[in-house]
Each structure stands twice: as structure tokens, then as C-alpha cells.
């Protein structure tokens, strides 16, 4: 036994002189891991009780949709939708049909037809010379402003590839000016599924 061994302590606290007796507690680094471990968990729940508070005094929901950039920054859409204005129907609106081709008797085919699928025809007959011989399209809508409101829209349903131009006339009549590039009006089941997508109501717009 060594002279530094203290009376009546020996085995692993003996001293030897070059081996000294290990005195702290054996489970301490244990202690040390839980209490780092405890730690993170504490700072965690904190962090995300933070973001809950952030969330609500924000008046966010934690709903958001994403759009077409692929940016979550939109509410969603209300589910109300948006009634459409009020358009005029076909036997509301009065159609000049004018012939502006070498062809003959496209105007008259043209009314008889336009007649059939509900529209009333007002004059039939060859394009003022304004325009005859100069629409290079399938045909033009002409009328005053206000026929851009329902009128051209309505009417453009039975030929989509008509263009529209606006003049100084007052009343409600339109003219259908029949150009070079015009063949046939729409199909009817095409044209009638196309008036009826037109008063359909739209969604409401999703506002961000």
C-alpha cells in the first residue's frame, strides 16, 4: 500500500502513484445528453408556438392556394360567383346581313339562316361600297358602342372568326359584313353550346 493511500481505504482508491482514483459521478455525461436533448425540445415547442402567434395575429387561416407562378400568396376564391351582365337575346338583336364577296347570295343564305337559330333580320343585300370587296376575313360585326356591351358578343357566337368594329350610328342594329375568308356560319350545335357558356356565371377571381 502506497504512503499516499489514506488508513482504510484500499482496492481501486488506493493510490499506486501513477494511477489516481476517478471521483466524479459515473452517469454524468448521461445527464448531460437528456438535459441537451430537453433543451432542443423546449426551444422547438417555443419556435412553433411563435409561429402560431405570428400566424394569427396575422389573420392568416394557415390555408393558401397556389397559383399559377407557383407562389402560395392567394386566398382561396370565395365560392360565390359572379353573375355575368345582362345580354341581350338573339330575337332582341336586329341583323343587317351584307355580302362584301364576288359571291352571290351568300347574304341571303347567311339571314336565312341567322332567322332560323332566333335572330331578327333587318336589310339584306350587297357591303356599302366602304366595304365591298374589302373585309379579307371571315366576316365584321359593325354597330355603335354600345353593341360591344351584349350585341357582338351575342352575334359573335355564331362565328367566331367574325372581328368587330364600332361606328357612329345610334341605333341598335348590327351589321354582319360577309368577307372573303367566310365559308359557313358555325355549326348550330357549336354556336347554341357557345351562347350558352356566354350566360353562364363566372367564378369569382381569387383575391390575393
Not at 5 to 17: A, F, L, N, Q, S
Not at 20 to 26: L, S
Not at 48 to 61: E, H, I, N
Not at 128 to 149: E, H, I, R, T, W
Amino acid at each position: 500500500m502506497s504512503m499516499l493511500t489514506p488508513p482504510g481505504m484500499g482496492g481501486k482508491y488506493r493510490i499506486t502513484g501513477d494511477v489516481y482514483p476517478r471521483m466524479r459521478r459515473p452517469h454524468r455525461r448521461r445527464r448531460i445528453v437528456l438535459g441537451a436533448a430537453a433543451a432542443v425540445l423546449v426551444l422547438g415547442a417555443a419556435g412553433w408556438g411563435t409561429l402560431q402567434l405570428v400566424d394569427v395575429f396575422s389573420g392568416g387561416d394557415g390555408k393558401k392556394t397556389t397559383t399559377a407562378a407557383g407562389r402560395g400568396d392567394c386566398k382561396p376564391a370565395p365560392k360565390a360567383t359572379a353573375q355575368p351582365a345582362a345580354l341581350p337575346k338573339p330575337a332582341q338583336i336586329t341583323v343587317n346581313v351584307y355580302n362584301a364577296t364576288p359571291r352571290s347570295g351568300l347574304a341571303k343564305s347567311t339571314a336565312d339562316e341567322l332567322k332560323k337559330r332566333g335572330f331578327a333580320i333587318g336589310k339584306v343585300g350587297n357591303a356599302p361600297a366602304a366595304y365591298d370587296k374589302k373585309v379579307p376575313g371571315a366576316a365584321l360585326l359593325l354597330g355603335a358602342p354600345n353593341a360591344s356591351k351584349g350585341a357582338f358578343s351575342v352575334l359573335g357566337t355564331q362565328l367566331k372568326a367574325a372581328t368587330t368594329k364600332v361606328d357612329a350610328r345610334t341605333t341598335a342594329d348590327v351589321d354582319l359584313i360577309i368577307g372573303t375568308a367566310f365559308k359557313n356560319l358555325d355549326p348550330k350545335a357549336a354556336a347554341d353550346a357557345a351562347l350558352l357558356a356566354l350566360n353562364k356565371p363566372k367564378p369569382a377571381p381569387a383575391r390575393c
